[in-house]
């Protein structure tokens, strides 16, 4: 083959392989009248080029030019795939000219939930979406696993998978601890400007340009997997170092701070009276010195709740602070109630 024609075929596949990500090699054939081990032989080189990016194997092999802003990469988890490897060879050229704080974030959040998706999903493949338009980038990953909510719940043997949220979010849990601190989803979920997870029929939505966390119910049509999404503004001033520090120890930079909304301890139709809900809340904040409880949305609690989590689990624990905010007059009554009797009880 001369080298004019080879030339004219490189240069084809390179404009041809946005409109033909997952058929180029066919629509190359077709093109030139070549055999597939002809075209694969140039795609080759592009790839050593560092012109192309090859995701999967055979016929579910994907292709992309290596500076191309969207992308859909694919992974077997059974090939262990590395996720600095994955960010260098397929992803880097993505952030080209992006404000590092921005790609700094970009790099620990794909790099924390790509990790935790081949180490705990058990399933078989990995799918890395990159969406990037003129305001802002969004990274989605997505596994075909177990379902993150209900691993969680086996794992701790709870009998309603919503909890699972509860414990998943209050961080430095994780279902593997001799190989995960489980810091990567609260400091990911707290970086971005929006961070979900779907699975198990769950949304939990963390939007922290509006300061806002819910659950939701959701139909899941696969029945199984997790879905992670992180967006991000381009021109975000947030700061990955100053998200550690705000919950780091200052002098030892150990994570030793939580912050928990109240009302993700609600199951069903309950209120929070009652010591299981405070039991729920405080399972495994003693990793932690600083405590955070978030009252949003709550409008009342009952004596029980307070009396657990502020006398029974305090005088166990009197190492760890535990703050409120965002309580009602109403809820700050009960807890000053709760505190004047706890300090009559000790005296």
């Known amino acids: 083959m001369g080298k004019d024609r080879a030339e004219k075929i490189r240069e084809f596949i390179l404009t041809s392989v946005a409109q033909h990500p997952s058929d180029l090699v066919e629509v190359v054939e077709r093109k030139f009248g070549v055999t597939r081990t002809t075209v694969h032989r140039h795609i080759n080189t592009l790839i050593n080029n560092e012109k192309l990016i090859k995701t999967g194997a055979k016929r579910g092999a994907r ?6 802003l969207n992308k859909e990469l694919v992974f077997k988890i059974v090939e262990h795939p590395e996720e600095h490897k994955v960010w260098d060879d397929s992803l880097s050229s993505t952030f080209k000219g992006i404000d590092k704080g921005v790609e700094d974030i970009c790099y620990y959040g794909f790099g924390e939930i790509f990790n935790n998706a081949v180490d705990h999903s058990e399933g078989k493949k990995i799918k890395v979406d990159v969406g990037v338009d003129a305001e802002k980038i969004e990274l989605t990953i997505t ?3 177990i379902g993150v909510f209900r691993k969680i719940q086996e794992y701790l043997n709870l009998e309603d998978i919503r909890e699972s949220v509860l414990h998943l979010i209050k961080g ?11 810091e990567g989803i609260f400091f990911s979920s707290r970086a971005f400007d929006v961070f979900t997870i779907y699975s198990n029929g769950l949304l939990y939505v963390r939007d922290n340009s509006q300061d806002d966390w819910f659950i939701e119910d959701r139909e899941n049509s696969k029945g199984k997997g997790t879905i992670v999404t992180m967006e991000i503004m381009k021109n975000s001033k947030r700061d990955l170092q100053d998200i550690f520090d705000h919950y780091q120890n200052p002098e030892t930079k150990a994570f030793d701070k939580t912050h ?17 809900q405070a039991k729920r809340i405080l399972k495994g904040i003693e990793k932690f010195n600083h405590v955070i409880l978030d009252f949003k949305g709550i409008s009342a609690v009952g004596q029980a709740f307070v ?24 809820i700050e009554f009960m807890i000053k109630r709760g505190l004047s009797t706890a300090e009559l009880n000790r005296g």
């Open 260 to 276: 928990i909304l109240v009302q993700f301890s609600k199951l069903g139709d309950e209120r929070f009276v009652s010591r299981s």
């Open 63 to 68: 292709y992309y030019l290596a500076g191309a």
């Open 172 to 182: 430095k849990f994780t279902t593997a601890p001799d190989y995960h601190s489980g």
């Open 307 to 330: 009396d657990e989590v502020f006398r029974v689990f305090k005088d166990s624990h009197p190492e760890i602070e535990i703050e409120h905010i965002n309580a009602n007059d109403a």
């Open 143 to 145: 596994d075909d696993g």
